[in-house]
Every structure is written in structure tokens, then in C-alpha cells.
């Protein structure tokens, strides 16, 4: 089975720290995803990356940054936390064949709170 | 605004009863995905649906697609407590976006 993991189901900062969230996905996918949800909002794309050092912006990417070092890795970094980045955040991989972006599977998410 | 809308936001019926949740999205597609989400997990795929398939068959779950009307429907069939979740169709744009777009999906609640 496929499998995507992140390193923390919940966590807990204040404002100004910055904040490291990892994601590795076990299936060798070219591409990953960082999203964030919002009740009422649905899932925004923050950042996807479609090779190892390619990083391409999502819908919101303001305030984050993100690593991809090696294929199977993808951190989303919020350089200095602010309060209105209280979220949940999913990460996501997926294949990319003949143009078409397939299934993507996800973590678990990771229930961020920012004080 | 957003492409995947999901119809109804919130649908709840009788455990043994069929639901029906309905996605419209306004670009060409190459195909369309269901997810569903637990509350508080993460999402998990159910079915894809290619631009060149009108319907699709996985247990329990009929998805139908047409691409004339820009629209796809996701029936869930003797649905169970367990069915109890959040549903989300994304899309996968033929041009711009290199990404799927998600909607904000149905809420659906199974009753015993």
C-alpha cells in the first residue's frame, strides 16, 4: 500500500516561530503536494513540487516555503508563524503519466495551531 | 468561482438508503476524481473517472460523467454508518492549472 506519512498529527506554536512540516511518501512519486484546509474554504493548494529541487506555487502560497531534497521528501516551511496559518494541513503525492495528473494519495494531515 | 462544486454541502439519510452527491466544474477535463475524507484524516481516492467514460463501477459506488453538461455524480448505494464523511470530486484541467482542483465537498451523514 501506498504510503505517505507526516510527522506530526498536531502541533502547537506561537507566533513569529518558524515551523517545519515533513511529509515522505514510500512509492517513488514524482509528484507531491502541500495543501491546507479551512471549514468552509476546502482544500487550497499551498505548493506542489514534480521533481526533486522543482517547487512550483499554488493558490496561497504566501507565508510558506517549501524543500523537496530528495524525491521521497517534501517539508512545507512557515518562516515566521502567524496566527491566521491555524489549519490543517495535508500533504499529498501522486504519479504524473501522459499529461494527467492520477490519484493522489494523503497523510493523515497535521492539525496546526498557531498561538 | 471554484471548479468542483459539490451538490448538496451537506446530505444526511437513513442507514440502507441510497445518497447522491453531484460535482459540476467548468473547464475541460481530462478526468475527474471522488475522495472521501473521515473526519479529521486525511483524504482518500475512491474512483477516477476519464473524459472519455460516461460511468464507473467500484463496489457500492456508480460514478457517472458528462462532460456535455460539465457535471458528474457519485451514488453510494445500501449506504452504512460507516459512509459517514466528507466527499469531494477534484478535477484534472485539460489546460492551465497543472494540478487537480478540488471542491469543497458534500457532508454526508448516515443515520442508523
Known amino acids: 500500500d501506498v504510503k505517505v506519512t507526516q510527522s506530526s498529527r498536531y502541533l502547537v506554536k506561537r507566533t513569529g516561530e518558524k515551523v517545519f512540516l515533513e511529509c515522505v511518501q514510500d512509492?517513488?512519486?514524482?509528484?507531491m503536494f502541500w495543501y491546507r484546509q479551512d471549514p468552509g474554504l476546502g482544500l487550497r493548494l499551498i505548493y506542489f513540487?514534480?521533481?526533486?529541487?522543482?517547487?512550483e506555487k499554488g493558490d496561497i502560497p504566501e507565508g510558506y516555503s517549501v524543500s523537496r531534497e530528495k524525491k521521497e521528501r517534501f517539508s512545507l516551511i512557515l518562516e515566521s508563524a502567524s496566527t491566521n496559518q491555524t489549519s490543517m494541513y495535508l500533504c499529498?503525492?501522486?504519479?504524473?503519466?501522459?499529461?494527467?495528473?492520477?490519484?493522489?494519495?494523503f497523510g493523515p494531515g497535521t492539525r496546526l495551531t498557531v498561538l | 468561482s471554484q471548479q468542483g462544486e459539490e451538490d448538496p454541502q451537506a446530505l444526511s439519510i437513513q442507514e440502507g438508503e441510497n445518497a447522491t452527491m453531484n460535482c459540476s466544474y467548468k473547464t475541460s477535463i481530462n478526468n475527474l476524481q471522488w475522495y472521501r475524507q473521515n473526519s479529521g484524516r486525511g483524504l482518500v481516492h475512491l474512483i477516477l473517472?476519464?473524459?472519455?467514460?460516461r460511468e464507473k463501477h467500484s463496489g457500492r459506488l456508480r460514478v457517472t460523467l458528462d462532460t456535455s453538461k460539465k457535471s458528474s455524480s457519485l451514488l453510494i448505494t445500501a449506504s452504512r454508518a460507516a459512509d459517514t464523511a466528507s466527499y469531494f470530486c477534484a478535477t484534472d484541467p485539460i489546460q492551465g492549472a497543472q494540478k487537480l482542483v478540488f471542491g469543497q465537498g458534500t457532508r454526508l451523514t448516515i443515520n442508523p
Open positions: 499529498a503525492s501522486s504519479l504524473f503519466a501522459r499529461g494527467v495528473y492520477n490519484e493522489q494519495f
Open positions: 473517472i476519464r473524459s472519455n467514460e
Open positions: 512509492m517513488d512519486h514524482e509528484n
Open positions: 513540487s514534480y521533481d526533486v529541487k522543482m517547487k
